[in-house]
Every structure is written in structure tokens, then in C-alpha cells.
């Protein structure tokens, strides 16, 4: 192997860096201008759509259209910008075919998780008093933390599990998803429909959804 070769296949960290700090500045600062613009503007349209939706049905689907479409993309082009231009055909399609084989989606997926879990600790400090509902019910006391604490827990154990790629987060993912998906269903059935609950749902329907289509990256 030349030493060409070798060293284009060292991922570049630094563009990787820039790219995160600013979608298509690593490809651009490379002198991949087209690249850079197509990645810096797909990212604004991404942006300015999930600002579109959240006008349309609120804070929460805003927040949620964000972490489905637009950082999904900002990630993608960051890994781009680290793999450098591609020898033939298109980067995207190359960015997109090696992250895809490499279970990066996934691990996409376990940073969210461990988003969310820090995210939902920081609400139960600040709202000690808040009580979850559980199955149609608002638990006090002790079993009321309990049912609280459930779900930063349940979204460290499974954001660890997805970025390392272990078989047990899977399984954990799985009862996690069962726990959240009839635990919405009896609460959606007694309180009625609701913004942030309904989009939660939906959420949770589709992250299951690919999370089994994707199970096989489990076993390596």
C-alpha cells in the first residue's frame, strides 16, 4: 500500500471538528466548496423545516422533527468531512454507505438516548414535586420516584448499550420500548390526546420501528 493511500485513509479530525462546529466549514476549509455548500445549505433547510413544523404543532414535534431530520444530517456530514472527498462516485453516497456498515446510526441513536437521560434528570431536580403519570395513575412518594427515575435510567442503559454496540442493549431497548409504548397507550386512553404526549408516542413508534430493522448490527 502507497503511503498516499495509507494516509487517506486516516480519518481527518480536525475537519470532522470544524463540520460539527459548523456544517460544511471542514469540507470548505479542505477546499471541497461543493461539498461544503451542499451540506451547509442542506442543513439550513433541515433547520428551517423543523422550525416550520414546530409552528405547525408545537415545541415538541419542533424539538423532535430537529433530532430526526436536521441532526441526523449535521452528524452525517461531519463524518464526511473526517473521511475526506471520495475517489469516485458521490461522498454523500460513500459517507452514508460506510457509516450504514459500521452501525453509526446506531450509535447516533445512543447519543440521543443519553441526551434525553441527562435531559430528564435535569427536569426531575428542577420539578421535584412533578408526579409522572403511571399507567393512569400519579404515584407519591418513594414509588412516585421510582416511576421518575425509571426513564433517565432505562435511557443511560440503553444510550451506553447503542454506542458501543452490545447485544443487551437491544433486549433492554425492547422492554424499555414495551414499557413506554403501553405505559402511553393506557395514559393516552385516560387523559386524552396530547401534544408533547402524542409526539412522545409517535417517537417512540418509529425509533422501534428501525431499531428492529436494523438488529442485525447487534450480532457483530
Not at 34 to 51: C, D, E, M, N, P
Not at 73 to 78: C, G, V
Not at 120 to 127: S, T
Request: include cysteine.
Amino acid at each position: 500500500m502507497s503511503t498516499q493511500a495509507s494516509s487517506s485513509a486516516i480519518p481527518d479530525r480536525a475537519a470532522a471538528v470544524y463540520s460539527a462546529l459548523l456544517p460544511g466549514l471542514g469540507q470548505l476549509i479542505r477546499g471541497r466548496y461543493r461539498a461544503g455548500f451542499f451540506y451547509g445549505l442542506g442543513t439550513i433547510l433541515l433547520i428551517l423545516l423543523s422550525l416550520a413544523l414546530g409552528r405547525v404543532s408545537g415545541r415538541a414535534a419542533e424539538v423532535f422533527f430537529f433530532m430526526l431530520l436536521a441532526l441526523p444530517w449535521w452528524a452525517l456530514q461531519s463524518y464526511d468531512a473526517a473521511l475526506g472527498p471520495s475517489g469516485s462516485g458521490s461522498d454523500l453516497a460513500r459517507s452514508t454507505r460506510i457509516a450504514w456498515a459500521q452501525g453509526h446510526d446506531i450509535r447516533f441513536l445512543g447519543l440521543l438516548f443519553l441526551i434525553s437521560a441527562g435531559n430528564d434528570a435535569l427536569l426531575i431536580a428542577r420539578n421535584p414535586d412533578y408526579l409522572l403519570p403511571f399507567f393512569c395513575t400519579k404515584l407519591d412518594g418513594s414509588a412516585g420516584f421510582i416511576t421518575k427515575a425509571l426513564s433517565p435510567l432505562l435511557h443511560t442503559m440503553v444510550g451506553y448499550g447503542f454506542l458501543q454496540i452490545k447485544k443487551w442493549s437491544l433486549l433492554i431497548y425492547l422492554v424499555y420500548a414495551a414499557y413506554g409504548t403501553t405505559n402511553a397507550l393506557v395514559n393516552l386512553a385516560c387523559f386524552g390526546p396530547g401534544r408533547i404526549r402524542n409526539t412522545l408516542l409517535i417517537a417512540l413508534i418509529i425509533f422501534t420501528s428501525y431499531v428492529v430493522a436494523r438488529r442485525r448490527v447487534f450480532r457483530h
